[in-house]
T-cell receptor
Framework: SQTIHQWPATLVQPVGSPLSLECTVE??????LYWYRQAAGRGLQLLFY??????ISSEVPQNLSASRPQDRQFILSSKKLLLSDSGFYLC??????????FGPGTRLLVL | AQKITQTQPGMFAQEKEAVTLDCTYD???????LFWYKQPSSGEMIFLIY??????QNATEGRYSLNFQKARKSANLVISASQLGDSAMYFC?????????????FGTGTRLKVLA
């Protein structure tokens, strides 16, 4: 069966510090991978998606970036965090047109 | 323009009763998919049910059913015999387009509280 991991689970970072969140998927190959952000009490905002190694599509221009160095690894990064980057970050995967399956998420608080 | 609309920010239901969560969508694409997810307080997103735009019958998964009214562009989630454990946020989502399209759009969610 497929499993999706995210770490860290919780992160508190000062404004201006860098960020690296990691997502890995097990039990499947060539998945589509997604990064979402959820502000407190809000819906999900798609940040990036990737259909293959090195292929990244950005949905919202901001100070975040994503990379896919391996087939089942998706990384969300920032060089300098802003207060507005606080939120709940969810990684998801799917194959083709089917439903997405989500990881456990990372709660990020920028102070 | 908002493509997924959930008009109920919060609602209550009595245990063992059926509850309907509303979702309307907007698309001009003939091929699309509609999804419902449950998000408990832990934050994980749990897939509940899927309806394809060409599916002739409403989707059902256990106590969950999707009331798909294509002409009205609505995809309401019906939970039969609600349980206390159904208390959570519920999100409606849509994937537009056929093969080669990978983007999903989410509504703002409905917070359901089931009362004993």
């Amino acid at each position: 069966s497929q499993t999706i991991h995210q770490w860290p689970a919780t992160l508190v970072q000062p404004v201006g510090s860098p960020l690296s969140l990691e997502c890995t998927v097990e039990g499947t190959s060539n998945p589509n991978l997604y990064w979402y952000r959820q502000a407190a009490g809000r819906g999900l905002q798609l940040l990036f998606y990737s259909v293959g190694i090195g292929q990244i599509s950005s949905e919202v221009p901001q100070n975040l970036s994503a990379s896919r160095p391996q087939d089942r690894q998706f990384i969300l990064s920032s060089k300098k965090l802003l207060l507005s980057d606080s939120g709940f970050y969810l990684c998801a995967w799917n194959r083709g047109r089917e439903t997405q399956y989500f990881g456990p998420g990372t709660r990020l608080l920028v102070l | 323009a908002q493509k997924i609309t959930q008009t109920q920010p919060g609602m209550f239901a009595q245990e063992k009763e059926a509850v309907t969560l509303d979702c309307t969508y907007d698309t001009s694409d003939p091929s699309y998919g509609l999804f419902w997810y449950k998000q408990p307080s832990s934050g994980e997103m749990i897939f509940l049910i899927y309806q394809g735009s060409y599916d002739q019958q409403n989707a059902t998964e256990g106590r969950y059913s999707l009331n798909f009214q294509k002409a009205r562009k609505s995809a309401n989630l019906v939970i039969s015999a609600s349980q206390l454990g159904d208390s959570a946020m519920y999100f409606c989502a849509m994937r537009e387009g056929g093969s080669g399209t990978y983007k999903y759009i989410f509504g703002t969610g409905t917070r359901l509280k089931v009362l004993a």
